[in-house]
């Protein structure tokens, strides 16, 4: 299923060595469409077949997570298998639990540019590999999974990052309807001049949204140097202040581009380590954390991995993003 892997991610399950083999060609091929770098796709090649086989072989199935943004390639291998009783063991060169060669995960770890892994004894493992196509930047890190409505090629849910600030839009609905809506937001957001307030960002936003049949929309801004995190919503965005104490933060009730009253910002403590978590309501609303320990430390992307495995909903766009300051 060809998507827009700029914010849409590619999920390809995985249950037989068969399907490793098309992941792999899906995925170069997507990835074909923003590098020629032969070099780095070869890399990507054997990341996705170690991944995929991974998959097979010790968890039975699960699903590769393709996205790409305008100058990186993130893939999530997400299992809810027997997991990993000792990670460290498991990265090992020669190290097998089922009498393979052992070289999977160690060849992973070296040939992508950004690696992690978060695995628990009989709950599943979350890989992430990821390739950098340039410098990264400095700052916000950010990982994400924005999954289709089953069946759909195309999301009503959209997200950006732009500096310290992080949106999601989920349209209406869900097809070809609430994704000119959620793309019309992510078009206005990415193009927003940063000196205006996020109340006026919501404001443009509603505007923007009039001709399309509207979404609801959350907006945040991280700003370490005053220790803070503000947020502006409105409808069913859920964001999460993930800490030394969680906070939950408050969305107003209305609909962006259709009717909405006062637009608020509201205010919370942003610590060093703290964790951002933005969700559509593809995503259930409560979220547990604790159960994964030394989830804030995590890679993003392998946040939005496990978040998303563990609480979306099945039955809608499917929207998890990660941001923290580095």
């Known amino acids: 299923m060809e998507v827009d892997s700029r914010v849409c991610s590619l999920v390809i399950p995985v249950g037989d060595l068969a ?3 098309a992941a792999r060609r899906a995925i170069v091929r997507q990835a074909s469409q ?3 770098d032969e070099e780095r796709l070869g890399k990507l090649t054997i990341v996705v077949q170690e991944l995929g086989r991974n998959l097979v072989l010790h968890a039975g199935h699960g699903q590769l997570i393709y996205r790409q943004g305008p100058d990186s390639i993130s893939l999530l291998a997400v299992d809810s298998g027997p997991g990993m009783a000792n990670v460290g063991q498991c990265l090992a060169d020669h190290y097998s639990s089922i009498g393979t060669m052992g070289v999977g995960l160690g060849s992973v770890r070296r040939l992508a540019d950004q690696f992690d892994i978060f695995s628990q004894p009989e709950q599943g493992t979350v890989v992430f590999a990821g390739f950098e196509l340039a410098p990264p930047s400095t700052g916000l890190r950010h990982g994400a999974v924005c999954v289709p ?5 195309v999301a009503g849910d959209a997200w950006a990052v732009v500096g310290n600030r992080v949106m999601i839009c989920d349209g209406l609905g869900h097809g070809h309807a609430a994704s000119a809506a959620s793309t019309r937001a992510r078009e206005v957001f990415e193009e927003h001049d940063a000196r205006h307030s996020l109340e006026q960002l919501m404001d443009k936003l ?11 929309v959350g907006i945040a801004e991280i700003k370490p140097e005053t220790r803070q995190v503000l947020y502006c919503g409105m409808g069913n965005i859920a964001g999460l202040v993930l800490g030394e104490k969680n906070r939950g933060m408050v969305s107003s009730n209305g609909t962006v ?3 909405i009253g006062r637009i608020h910002t509201f205010s919370y403590p942003w610590d060093p380590g703290s964790v951002l978590i933005m969700t559509s309501d593809g995503i259930k609303t409560r979220l547990d954390t604790d159960s994964y320990p030394g989830l804030r430390v995590r890679h993003p992307e392998v946040i939005a991995g496990l978040l998303h495995r563990d609480f979306h909903r099945q039955n809608d766009d499917s929207t998890v993003v990660v941001a923290r300051i580095d």
């Open 257 to 259: 581009g259709y009717r």
């Open 34 to 36: 923003l590098t020629d």
């Open 206 to 216: 509603h505007r923007a949204l009039m001709p399309t049949r509207g979404g609801a």
């Open 149 to 153: 409505y089953p069946g759909e090629n």
């Open 19 to 21: 399907h490793v083999d």
